[in-house]
């Protein structure tokens, strides 16, 4: 169920707000430290800003980069998760500790981790996204449980996607 760090993954996109800016910094240079394909999406910056522009920004990337991964900071992540939930095809866990990483990749198959500067400690934080990158999802008669609970919030998301359509 672990990995290697290059096993798999094509590019790591990361992104936060201003609140969130030294952690980015900071975790974008321990991935690269790794041997890790990253590309920084936002902020460039420590001024005030709004987290959806870069959840958005890095949740497109991931939908559309096979085999890539996102880390998403802001300063409690919960903001950031939710606007990057809103792009289709990301299920975007947000994190506080060893466990939840493991678990969001585990059993939720997420493509996107995301974390709060304020919330947990720079030690913490890069064992979260560690523990993220490291963990695969497990799709087997073991884990059927979980990929049909993925399916069913798949088609939530198609189902609301179609009641949008409907609208315009």
Known sequence: LVKTYME????VFIGCDHAAFDYKE??????VQKGLKVEDCGTLKKERCDYPVFAKAVA?????????QGVLICGSGIGI???ANKVKGVRCGLCHDYYTAKMCKLHNNCNIVALGARVVGYDI????VDTFLETDFVDNESTQNHVKRIKLIGE???????????FK
């Open 60 to 68: 497109e990337k991931v939908v559309s980069t096979p085999g890539s």
């Open 125 to 128: 934080a890069q064992q979260i």
């Open 8 to 11: 798999g993954i094509t590019q």
């Open 156 to 166: 939530i998301e198609q189902q609301i996607n179609l009641s949008i359509s409907n």
């Open 26 to 31: 900071d975790i974008k240079a321990h991935l």
């Open 81 to 83: 998760s939710i606007a």
